[in-house]
């Protein structure tokens, strides 16, 4: 049996090859070729667009893909989602959809919006948002090159952001916030029936959330006698605990534990402040939970 699997195409392309490649999977893309190559004989990669791919698993044409929850709910697809991946292209923060205005314009809340026109390329997601605020608009799809729209050809626009950059380049401003949104990895309704295929996804999922897991953290292993071991302990933050095991050598222990990436800077003089020798730092590819 095949697995057929959707990759984003776009923005996410990047770095989701690279978090295959942390998970074990080695995806190879041809120059023009829109169906990738991967050292899993099981599987059947397919490159398609994240704005279209919930469509596509819905219909059938791909048992499984990735994509954002946001175009997830913009195709209003009806589809099984088997994990939320938190990664994406820039940074491992959420991306937000914005409602945004030119810099001096006088629309300070959505209420201000009442009979405006909206360019956007989440139409679905916009007249929502505005339903839900009893707002009145139009709301025009957008091919692209939606920041430049204002103030001409419309009078706010609704954009995906992470860093908010692009927004400022264009003197925009924030006025709310539509929705957040994560990758997430989805399955059609019926391949997720078939025991085969969703052992495969399941077991796709755990390696690909590990490998998110273990991305901003670290392993560390050193060694401590006897008399030192609590106060180095102490210091140690950890999953659960981190794991002793006695040395050859009496009174002596080695410690290996996980930490937060952003702490080891720190801890490590102090792991040999408290009587830690041998220390070793090491990158990790999976951490499951």
């Known amino acids: 049996m095949k697995l057929k699997l959707g990759i984003p195409k776009g923005s996410l392309e990047e770095a989701t090859i690279r978090l295959f490649k942390k998970a074990g999977y080695e995806i190879r893309v041809g120059e023009r070729s829109y169906y990738p190559e991967i050292d899993d ?11 279209e791919m919930a469509r596509y698993v819905e219909h059938g044409t791909l048992d499984c893909g ?11 697809a009806k589809v099984r989602e088997v994990a939320e991946l938190h990664y994406a292209k820039q940074s491992k923060s959420l991306v ?27 139409v679905n997601l916009t007249k929502a948002f505005l339903a839900k605020h009893k707002v009145k608009a139009a709301v025009e799809f957008s091919w692209g090159a939606t920041e430049v729209k204002p103030p001409e050809l419309a009078d706010a626009i609704v954009e995906i952001t992470e860093t908010g950059s692009s927004l400022r380049a264009n003197n925009l401003r924030i006025v709310a916030e539509v929705m957040t949104s994560t990758p997430r990895l989805i399955m059609k309704p019926k391949a997720y ?6 052992k495969k996804v399941e077991a796709l999922a755990v390696l690909l959330e590990g490998a998110i897991n273990a991305e901003m953290k670290v392993g560390l292993m050193l060694n401590v006698d006897e008399k030192h071991l609590k106060k180095v302990v102490a210091l140690l933050p950890s999953l659960e605990a981190p794991t002793l095991n006695p040395l050859a050598e009496t009174g002596w222990y080695a410690i290996n534990t996980i930490v937060d990436e952003t702490v080891v800077r720190d801890l490590i003089p102090k792991l040999k402040d408290a009587g830690g020798t041998g220390i070793v730092e090491y990158p990790l590819n999976k951490v499951i939970f």
């Open 41 to 51: 004989p099981e599987i059947e990669c397919l490159l398609v667009r994240a704005q």
């Open 193 to 198: 029936e078939n025991a085969w295929k969703r």
């Open 96 to 122: 937000r959809w914005v409602l945004a205005v030119p810099a001096d314009s006088r629309v300070r809340s959505v209420k201000d919006l009442q009979g405006k026109t909206i360019a956007t390329e989440a």
């Open 66 to 76: 990735i994509t954002g929850q946001d175009w997830i709910v913009e195709c209003r």
